[in-house]
């Protein structure tokens, strides 16, 4: 089973993600304070036990961005276990543990209720510094103040790159159906200007002959809606014809294109001025079967293209090519030939 290409927003999330979990590393400087704080005569059992606790905050962290990239719903009862340990750990003088259950809980609630939520925890640090240290609360609450800015604010602005990544990939496949709705358009246009007037004339000259009382007069003008008739399928089948028609120039560039952005190095030496249009139809049609090979196999990390004298060849990393027989049908219909071996694709049609 061929494994999927990732695309470039599977590239971002990934990035995203993973920048995301860098932050909840953050849990192991809470280990680190337990560490020090057994060191200097706090209770063993109670710093193996917070720094378990770290551990499972860690693990717990990397959920709730990934669920909010996913479009998931709110994991109330993973932030409530997550609230519940940051709690705990805080009562410990764990600094780290209630910024990080910030940075879990802001990804589902508004930018106001992740800034009011930051305050009151500032706010509730520096009231508990004040009653058991006094002498240290305004530095624990300005420590408690740069962490909360950090973690908060590093997931609202990995959370808003992540709306604009999905808005630019949701741009780029509207503009891909637009564009097919575009040429639907034009095809339905050309098709409605072509029918509609034939078929006016085709009624209008099947009434005149109904009412003909001179039978030969009628025999003429039946002759004619025959005429108009295979004249009308005749433009049809042009029209549709052209519809189908593929641009040689205009397909190349887009395959390097999307190749290039599935990571594949795309070379194209091409010299297309003298082949005929419906050789540049079926070549157009070739190497675009060609490149959708390439993309399902996901593992080619270079291709060439060559067009000369009503020839291509496409080569790649030695890679098999598969789907092709509904083009080499095409192609031998035509008078070409179409031939494939592992790491080469060739088609050869009319020059």
Not at 134 to 154: C, H, R, S, T
Not at 254 to 279: G, K, Y
Not at 310 to 319: H, Q, T
């Amino acid at each position: 089973m061929t494994r999927r290409k990732a695309t470039r927003l599977d590239k971002i999330r990934w990035l995203m993600a993973y920048s995301y979990d860098f932050i909840m590393l953050a849990a192991f400087l809470g280990i680190a304070q337990l560490v020090v704080m057994a060191g200097e005569g706090y209770p063993l059992a109670l710093s193996v036990a917070g720094s378990v606790l770290c551990v499972i905050l860690f693990v717990l962290g990397t959920r709730p961005f990934r669920i909010m990239m996913a479009g998931g719903r709110r994991p109330t009862l993973l932030l409530t276990i997550a609230g519940v340990i940051a709690l705990a750990l805080s009562a410990t003088a764990v600094f780290v543990a209630a910024p990080m259950w910030l940075a879990m809980l802001t990804p589902f609630v508004r930018k106001r209720t992740a800034i009011l939520a930051s305050a009151g925890v500032v706010a509730a640090s520096g009231v508990a510094m004040a009653l058991l240290a006094p002498d240290f609360a305004l530095q624990a609450m300005l420590v408690m103040l740069m962490l909360v800015v950090f973690f908060v604010g590093a997931v609202i602005a990995n959370q808003a790159l992540w709306k604009v990544a999905l808005e630019a990939h949701d741009g780029e496949e509207a503009k891909a159906r637009l564009a097919v709705s575009e040429e639907r358009l034009r095809l339905a246009k050309d098709l409605n200007a072509l029918l509609g007037q034939s078929l006016a004339e085709i009624s209008a000259t099947s009434l005149v002959a109904a009412e003909n009382p001179d039978r030969e007069a009628a025999r003429q003008e039946m002759f004619a809606v025959r005429d108009r008739a295979r004249s009308s399928l005749k433009q049809v089948r042009e029209a549709v014809q052209n519809y189908r028609a593929l641009d040689l120039d205009e397909t190349l560039s887009s395959v390097r294109a999307v190749l290039e952005a599935a990571d594949v190095v795309c070379i194209v030496r091409a010299s297309t001025a003298d082949l005929s249009p419906q050789s540049r139809t079926l070549l157009a049609t070739a190497v675009r079967e060609g490149a959708t090979t390439i993309l399902q196999q996901g593992t080619v990390k270079r291709c060439v293209i060559t067009i000369e004298g009503g020839v291509l060849e496409m080569s790649n990393d030695g890679s098999t090519w598969q789907g092709l027989e509904a083009l080499a049908a095409r192609v031998n219909a035509a008078g070409g030939t179409v031939s494939a071996e592992p790491g080469l694709f060739r088609a050869t049609v009319p020059a």
